[in-house]
């Protein structure tokens, strides 16, 4: 349900004060090497801070009315509280962005409670659809008395919309077992359908949308019945999806043809980029420091507002957006894997981000209360070590590795693959921290810091890779970087705490905690 802004604009201004006036004069005395702020700025912060009440007075609409990422759950992330309810069984499957939901034709999602948050009839739906299926109804508004309001329909393999007849049917087939971007876009009384970003067809019925027959009018009411994956014909459900849906959304507007191509083109499931910049799980002081430091630039890892698509600056915008999600944890589609390492006792790792939980080999100390994070696992240097699926493969696009470690010897390894390479590790001479992924053929090199994290400290590693650049961190600052437009593909699964091989001497031995994987670039 649509809640009233005031409020909730207001507590967005206290967030913002108590988070942000500390920081900047905590940075101003200090004046770190990484950032300073100029007293000029942080006047203009604080004056802004003063007028922020006064900004924030006017309510924003919220357009986006119902988001399900299916990332393990069915949960509504606009914000509304629209959560879907399965029925048959639906599982969650590796999807376009995350997970997804597959649906084996006797499976749906109901989601009426969105029927609420509709202001008019203009509208857009959209979601990513990997199918085979020729003949389906995936996306569906029916009346409470089960007649036809709008379906999205494939047929014969093209993708439309139906109110009793099909309509505006794709030139493009979309029932070729590849992930498409299907939306539908009501403007007014005429429908568009789009294939990945681009308008296909149109049509405009000679009566109102609906199912005109029996008194049915077609504005969207609270009691119409919204589902995914089959539409209401007659008394039960019908005309199943056979396939998979990731990221389905539903807008209480008309989306322009740009934003359609900006939603298709960004691949981390958040319409903007992840306001968790570096990749803790946590939007915190250390967030907002980093948004100020990239103050009125247009770095698009920070570009977070306005919602949905940013506005290409670093700007007061995006410093209201982070204050929203200040001291929450983060539902982060782009986190493919996290292992706390918090277990008391267990021979499985477990992932708290998806269904990646790993094998814990050898016996290693499990250390509930020892870990920089609360727990940690003590490894013993001689055949402790765990091991996971394959779920990542380094050559497709940008991602991040990050571990807290503690300990360690040179030339031993806290992240490898199985018979390719050690992803985070140390050199054998004085414990710098490396790494060996890199590009195929000859002339590759590993990428070498002169950061030694044996000295027995806890330090927070990662690797980032984003597309173009190799970067290694050591408690938040780059020790090394290169320019590396590819990497070498992998089809194996991790060791996290012995090398490649798993040969002597490349044991951890020392604690590791926290370790995650994102699919995006952060700045740790």
């Known amino acids: 349900m649509k809640s009233t802004t005031t409020n909730h604009l207001h507590r967005s201004a206290v967030l913002l004060t108590a988070a942000i006036i500390p920081d900047l004069f905590l940075r101003r005395t200090i004046m770190s090497k990484k950032s300073k702020i100029r007293c000029g700025g942080l006047i203009y912060f604080v004056s802004f801070v003063l007028v922020l009440n006064l900004v924030l007075a006017s309510a924003v609409k919220a357009d986006l009315i119902g988001w399900w990422r299916f990332n393990d759950d069915f949960l509504d992330s606009s914000g509304l509280g629209n959560d879907g309810i399965p029925k048959g069984n639906p599982t969650f499957v590796e999807g376009y962005v995350g997970f997804a939901l597959e649906l084996d034709g006797n499976d749906y999602v109901v989601i009426d409670a969105v029927s609420d948050d509709f202001t008019d009839n203009d509208i857009t739906l959209s979601a990513w659809v990997k199918t085979s299926d020729r003949y389906a109804k995936w996306f569906s508004c029916n009346t409470?008395?089960?007649?036809?309001?709008?379906?999205?329909?494939?047929?014969?393999?093209?993708?439309?919309?139906?109110?009793?007849?099909?309509?505006?049917?794709?030139?493009?087939?979309?029932?070729?077992?590849?992930?498409?971007?299907?939306?539908?876009?009501?403007?007014?009384?005429?429908?568009y359908t789009y294939v990945d970003g681009v308008m296909e067809n149109s049509y405009e019925p000679a009566a109102n949308y609906g199912a005109n027959?029996?008194?049915?009018?077609?504005?969207?009411?609270?009691?119409?019945?919204?589902?995914?994956?089959?539409?209401?014909?007659?008394?039960?459900?019908?005309?199943?999806?056979?396939?998979?849906?990731?990221?389905?959304?539903?807008?209480d507007r008309a989306l322009f043809e740009a934003e359609i191509l900006v939603i298709m083109e960004y691949d981390t499931g958040l319409d903007v980029p992840s306001p968790d910049f570096n990749g803790d799980g946590i939007v915190d002081s250390a967030d907002m420091r980093t948004l100020v430091d990239h103050w009125h630039t247009d770095n698009a890892l920070y570009d977070i507002a306005p919602e949905p698509f940013g506005d290409g600056i670093?700007?007061?915008?995006?410093?209201?957006?982070?204050?929203?999600?200040?001291?929450?944890?983060?539902?982060?589609?782009?986190?493919?894997?996290?292992?706390?390492?918090?277990?008391?006792?267990?021979?499985?790792?477990f992932d708290s981000a998806g269904i990646?939980?790993?094998?814990?080999?050898?016996?290693?100390?499990?250390?509930?209360?020892?870990?920089?994070?609360?727990?940690?696992?003590?490894?013993?240097?001689?055949?402790?070590?765990?091991?996971?699926?394959?779920?990542?493969?380094?050559?497709?696009?940008?991602?991040?590795?990050?571990?807290?470690?503690?300990?360690?010897?040179?030339?031993?390894?806290?992240?490898?693959?199985?018979?390719?390479?050690?992803?985070?590790?140390?050199?054998?001479?004085?414990?710098?921290?490396?790494?060996?992924?890199?590009?195929?053929?000859?002339?590759?090199?590993?990428?070498?810091?002169?950061?030694?994290?044996?000295?027995?400290?806890?330090?927070?590693?990662?690797?980032?890779?984003?597309?173009?650049?190799?970067?290694?961190?050591?408690?938040?600052?780059?020790?090394?970087?290169?320019?590396?437009?590819?990497?070498?593909?992998?089809?194996?699964g991790l060791n996290i705490g012995t090398g490649k091989a798993m040969k002597s001497g490349t044991y951890w031995s020392g604690l590791i905690d926290d370790v995650r994987i994102y699919n995006r670039t952060l700045i740790p």
């Open 356 to 492: 990646n939980d790993a094998f814990v080999i050898g016996n290693p100390l499990w250390q509930p209360t020892g870990g920089l994070v609360d727990g940690a696992i003590e490894l013993d240097g001689v055949d402790d070590y765990i091991i996971t699926a394959p779920f990542l493969n380094p050559a497709v696009g940008p991602f991040s590795v990050l571990a807290w470690i503690k300990g360690g010897a040179p030339g031993q390894v806290v992240i490898s693959a199985p018979g390719g390479v050690n992803w985070l590790g140390t050199d054998p001479l004085d414990g710098f921290l490396m790494t060996e992924l890199t590009k195929p053929g000859r002339g590759a090199a590993p990428l070498l810091s002169e950061t030694t994290i044996t000295d027995g400290q806890w330090h927070r590693i990662g690797f980032v890779w984003d597309g173009s650049n190799r970067t290694l961190y050591v408690d938040s600052v780059a020790v090394a970087h290169d320019i590396e437009d590819s990497l070498k593909s992998s089809s194996n």
């Open 144 to 191: 409470g008395h089960r007649g036809n309001q709008v379906r999205l329909a494939i047929v014969g393999g093209k993708f439309g919309f139906d109110t009793d007849t099909e309509h505006a049917l794709s030139t493009t087939t979309v029932s070729d077992g590849e992930w498409h971007l299907l939306t539908f876009v009501r403007s007014g009384n005429i429908g």
């Open 213 to 251: 027959y029996a008194g049915y009018t077609s504005d969207f009411t609270s009691n119409d019945l919204w589902s995914i994956g089959q539409e209401w014909d007659g008394p039960g459900p019908s005309d199943f999806l056979t396939g998979i849906v990731d990221d389905a959304r539903i807008y």
């Open 314 to 349: 670093v700007d007061v915008q995006d410093l209201i957006a982070l204050s929203e999600y200040l001291t929450k944890e983060l539902d982060d589609p782009t986190l493919l894997a996290h292992w706390a390492l918090d277990e008391t006792e267990s021979d499985i790792a």
